[in-house]
């Protein structure tokens, strides 16, 4: 199961046929183990690691923390969920440290993601106060390099 | 670089220097793989399945190693020997892996790379005339350096049907009362043979019974995908005779770095140390530097790496099998060594035309010694898109035919 995960998380379209062949299971169990693991949600879904300021699209991200207090003996998972719905907002974290919550926010430009914080996400009842960091430059994203690919210098044929 | 070789070439031709060369040199055939490696280099396009290392750039903290020792000043000489650290980390995978003993103060020598361990331990033992026995196909560079030592190789095909591996049967058989000593390379370079513990233990009684001395190169070791390596020199009585050969290029994607080492017993490593500090002094430090590195942090990597190598073995085998090309499952090293016998060509011929005409490079098998006609050496530490396309190319190449 670890080997087709760890073939699928870096080329999610790669066939069947080929896992099959690279792992030595039969195609029907290969395309069977994913079926399941799709169901089970280990394999959450698929997904393009894209170079958006490449695409020449304006994309402006920042890295929100978030300061929560807690009431009514809610915990960080109801304010987590709540924000999560927000479709501005890429992804939300627990952290450990001065803050409680680190979001990624992407919108269109400054203005738009510093009043998505200032009206969605500060007003909420449980947020005592957030720190908005914009995003200058990605290097790297989900374990992909954003520079040139390093290539390896190899002669052509060796012994 | 093309200018270079046509410089050599012009040199060559004036033929006012050469009176100067050795004979035992001039008698030295030039490796077959250079005549092709130049072919290879005038053309665009290429996919290259010729390529005897990795496709893996050296993992970023062994690199790191190395750039913070340069910073941190380590650029002196170290021991003849090499770091002490790093020969104790070495002797401790020793015992962790194979159970067998040696003493990082005098058994364990750092080397440049292999090839520099395997010349010394030729010329630690050779007398004029002592013949030593290369199992065929083998890495290239056995033969001429016995040559250079003042012995004789006496090269000892190994087949297909036995799966490249060399048998006790084989070995007794091209032993003279001048046999001095067996070199073993499993898993092998071009064939990926390796052999199983009890092959080793039949091949250890010849051994005794003729009383040899064993090089053995198990830089592949790491890379087995069917079961562990066995080392020899852990079989029963194989300690004393067996100098064992290994380094980090291979399983750690270190090539260029040049850093292997050498295991044996002290008066052996004693010999052979002696010739290195003459010859070289020392390893490069950087590189010793990045060998710690490697064998205290490597293993996942290394793991990751084996995993993957594994994962297109059985893409490039199935490929060519289902091809045509009969290809026995190679179960170590990163080398297919498929027959191309069906074709009616020889391995020289089907791989000039595969390279003019669909532009892959994989390596003839005879370049490794004349039992290896008829093949070609495969290597798959290239990326998975290329060896699919590799393929696809070879089957437009045998659609053609």
Redesign the interface.
């Given at each position: 199961m670890k080997e087709i995960l760890e073939i699928l998380e870096n080329n999610p379209k790669i066939k069947p046929e080929e896992i099959s062949t690279m792992t030595g299971m039969t195609q029907a169990a290969v395309a069977s183990k994913i079926k399941e693991m799709e169901k089970k949600g280990i394999i959450r879904k698929y997904k393009t690691v894209i170079d958006w300021e490449k695409a020449g699209e304006e994309y402006v991200y920042a890295i929100i923390e978030v300061k929560v207090a807690l009431r009514d003996r809610k915990g960080y998972d109801s304010i987590a969920e709540r924000v999560a719905k927000f479709p501005e907002v890429r992804s939300v974290r627990l952290i450990s440290g001065d803050h409680d919550l680190s979001l990624t926010v992407r919108g269109t430009s400054m203005k738009e993601v510093a009043f998505f914080v200032a009206e969605k996400i500060a007003p909420l009842e449980q947020v005592q106060g957030t720190v908005t960091h914009f995003v200058l430059r990605t290097y790297k994203e989900d374990g992909e390099i954003l520079f040139e690919k390093e290539r390896s210098e190899r002669l052509a044929v060796s012994p | 670089m093309k200018k270079n070789v046509q410089n050599a070439l012009l040199y060559r031709r004036e033929g006012m220097a050469g009176k100067f060369v050795a004979e035992k040199v001039r008698n030295i055939p030039p490796?077959g793989?250079r005549k092709?490696?130049d072919l290879?280099?005038e053309m665009d396009g290429?996919i290259?399945l010729?390529?005897?290392?990795p496709?893996?750039?050296t993992p970023w903290h062994i690199r790191e190693a190395c750039i913070y020792s340069l910073e941190k000043g380590f650029t002196s000489y170290t021991s003849n020997l090499g770091l002490l650290e790093l020969r104790e980390l070495i002797s401790k995978c020793f015992r962790k892996d194979y159970c067998v003993e040696y003493n990082p103060k005098n058994e364990v020598l750092i080397t440049t790379g292999v090839s520099e361990a395997a010349d010394l331990a030729f010329r630690a033992i050779i007398n004029p005339g002592d013949e030593v026995i290369v199992p065929e196909p083998s890495?290239?560079?056995y033969k001429p350096s016995v040559s250079l030592a003042g012995g004789e190789p006496v090269p000892l095909a190994t087949t297909l049907e036995n799966e490249f591996r060399v048998t006790a049967d084989d070995i007794e058989k091209s032993i003279t009362d001048k046999t001095k000593a067996l070199v073993l390379s499993y898993p092998n370079?071009p064939t990926g043979a390796v052999m199983g513990k009890n092959n080793l233990e039949e091949i250890a009684d010849v051994v005794n019974e003729y009383d040899l001395a064993v090089i053995s190169d198990e830089v592949y070791c790491k890379l087995t995908y069917n079961g562990n390596h066995t080392c020899f020199s852990s079989i029963s009585g194989m300690r004393e005779r067996t100098i064992v050969l290994n380094g980090f290029s291979k399983s750690h994607a270190m090539t260029g770095l040049r850093i292997g080492y050498a295991a044996g017993s002290e008066e052996i490593i004693g010999a052979m140390t002696k010739v290195h500090q003459y010859a070289m002094l020392c390893a490069p430090i950087t590189a010793q530097m990045g060998a710690i590195e490697a064998m205290k942090n490597g293993d996942g990597e290394m793991k990751k790496m084996v995993?993957e190598y594994?994962?297109?073995r059985?893409?490039i085998v199935?490929?060519l099998n289902r091809l045509g090309l009969d290809c026995f499952e190679p179960k170590g090293a990163f080398y297919a060594f498929p027959s191309v016998k069906s074709t009616g060509m020889t391995s020289e011929e089907f791989a000039g035309r595969l390279l003019k005409e669909q532009k892959v490079?994989a390596?003839p098998g005879d370049v490794f010694g004349d039992c290896g006609a008829g093949h070609l050496r495969c290597s798959y530490a290239t990326s998975?898109e290329e060896l699919?396309e590799a393929l696809g190319r070879i089957e437009a190449f045998l659609d053609t035919l």
């Open positions: - | 490796s793989i092709f490696f290879v280099l290429v290259s010729g390529v005897g290392e496709d893996f750039i890495y290239v560079s370079n995993r594994d994962r297109r059985r893409l199935d490929g490079a390596v998975r699919v």
